[in-house]
């Protein structure tokens, strides 16, 4: 145990010597899919809402087909299917951002967890009180002001417990990236197994490592909750 | 195509297998370590609560490596220690078993929260009644948890059969090692890729179907609040 710790912990922490790997990785990983899907799932959000069929149904369609699929397929769609396309064959910059697995696992996890950030925050916008954005027309806000003020700082806090479950799901979902030649956690536990047959060591570490990031993601959401759901706990702990 | 019909067909049928098994196993933990954790054994309920927050805080795909792998190891050395012959674990009933397992799990979470939703006075109705603990719990408890716990049931079946997609990493023949194995043979992965997807599109539709069926129909007793 102490050897496979000494021979590794520097790839399975940021790097092997020449790329970074192993939770660092997994991290960049995580931030970039999460912060790209997340930008595009308040977009998408705000149109899902929309009253336009026209805006409404595509959403909803591209929102259905992700979550109604497994990652691990889409993955494989990205990774192993686009590149054969005749178009992306013949753009030199597709064909070279289609060939790293890294940019296609980006791709596939972004798009992934903007659709089921599109549904929390869809849902979380519904469910923002009619008095509030009442007052706030009645006051004079037009539409723009009207989502930047009430709306939307409102269904943040609403979606808030719900969206760090999907964080936490989408850090667990990382581990699929070592199918595509990703050198994360996963792809340095693989090894570990490969080199020593050990699978409750080479696995052991790995589970240890998520769990160790999965608390400090729930720790941190849970002081993002105490912070921004003040209000919440007052009423309720007088309701109580 | 043609020649790959029968195989895909025959990797779907596997994957829906995975599926509906390691659900009644996961629903088995699920009810029992619900049980557990509500229990008035502090060993028990501590048992029940490190079963749920470890699993829970780990990928799914590391724990299928970690089971599957370490099953077939200790096996291993179990049957090197008896000197007998080596024993090869059936990866179809790994899969079961390591599904089962984790998403176990998840369904702890949610059978706990509908047991805690059952009024007390209806048990309390129920023991007034005569009835003694073992049929409280399958004539009052049990049914009237399941109402709570339907929604949730329903979310970590989708969940399960979208997991499914994983065991072909760990050597089974499912829809998707069927479809990329096509895809590879005929230099189309695209298509087959799309193929598996279509597939699982049509299997969380038809699930979706019979999921909005099965609430109405347990729903009949309670009218939602209209707003």
Redesign the interface.
């Known amino acids: 145990m102490l050897e496979i710790l000494q021979d590794y912990w520097k790839a399975l922490l940021w790097s092997d010597g020449n790329h970074i790997t192993g939770l660092a990785m997994t991290l960049w990983i995580l931030i970039l899919s999460v912060s790209l899907g997340g930008l595009f799932a308040l977009v998408l959000a705000i149109g899902r809402n929309s009253k336009h069929f026209f805006i409404k149904w595509p959403i909803w369609l591209f929102t259905y ?1 992700f ?8 993955l ?2 990205i990774y ?3 590149y ?2 005749s178009f992306v064959n013949q753009h030199q910059s597709l064909n070279d951002f289609f060939q790293s697995g890294l940019n296609c696992t980006i791709l596939a996890f972004a798009l992934n967890t903007c659709a089921y950030t599109t549904e929390v925050f869809a849902g979380a916008i519904r469910n923002v009180p009619n008095g509030e954005i009442e007052a706030a027309t009645a006051l004079g806000f037009n539409r723009c002001q009207l989502y930047r003020y009430i709306i939307l700082p409102r269904a943040f806090r609403i979606a808030l417990p719900a969206y760090s479950n999907e964080v936490i799901f989408m ?6 990236a070592f ?1 595509v030649t990703v050198q994360d956690v ?1 792809k340095i ?2 090894d570990i ?1 490969a080199e020593t ?4 060591h080479a ?2 570490i ?2 240890v490592i ?2 160790f990031i ?2 400090v993601l729930i720790f941190g959401f849970r002081q993002l909750e105490k912070h921004y759901l003040l209000y919440m706990n007052v009423s309720n702990s007088k309701i109580c | 195509m043609q020649g790959y019909r029968s195989l895909i067909l025959q990797g779907a049928l596997i994957t829906i297998e995975l599926a509906i098994f390691s659900l009644i196993l996961a629903i088995i933990i699920g009810v029992i370590c619900a049980l557990g954790k509500l229990s008035k054994r502090s060993a028990l309920r501590l048992a029940c609560q490190a079963y749920t927050s ?1 699993i829970r ?7 299928m ?2 089971i599957f ?2 099953l ?2 200790l096996l291993n050395n179990i049957t090197d220690f008896f000197d007998i012959d080596m024993l090869e674990i059936d990866p179809f009933v790994a899969g079961i078993i390591t599904l089962g397992f984790i998403y176990g799990a998840y369904f702890t979470e949610t059978f706990r929260g509908a047991f805690q939703a059952v009024p007390k006075t209806l048990i309390d109705a129920a023991t007034a009644l005569g009835m003694n603990k073992c049929h409280t719990f399958i004539y009052v408890r049990f049914p009237l948890m399941m109402r709570f716990a339907l929604p949730g049931i329903a979310n970590n079946w989708l969940v399960i059969l ?5 065991v ?2 760990l050597g089974l023949f499912d829809l ?1 090692k069927a479809t ?1 194995t096509a ?1 590879e043979a005929t ?5 087959f ?2 193929i ?2 279509a597939f ?2 049509f299997f ?2 038809i699930s979706n179907i019979i999921l909005w069926w099965l609430e109405k129909h347990y729903s009949i007793g309670i009218t939602k609040a209209k707003l």
């Open positions: 087909i979550r109604g699929t497994p990652l691990y397929v889409q494989l769609i192993t299917g686009i054969t396309l850090l667990h979902s990382t581990a699929l199918t996963m536990a693989r197994y047959y050990q699978p409750f696995f052991g790995a589970a998520y769990l999965s608390f | 470890l805080g780990v990928p799914d795909l590391v724990l490596m970690l792998f370490g077939q190891f979208k997991a499914t997609a994983l072909s990493l998707v990329k895809g230099y189309q992965p695209l298509f890729a799309l598996a997807g699982y599109l969380t539709s």
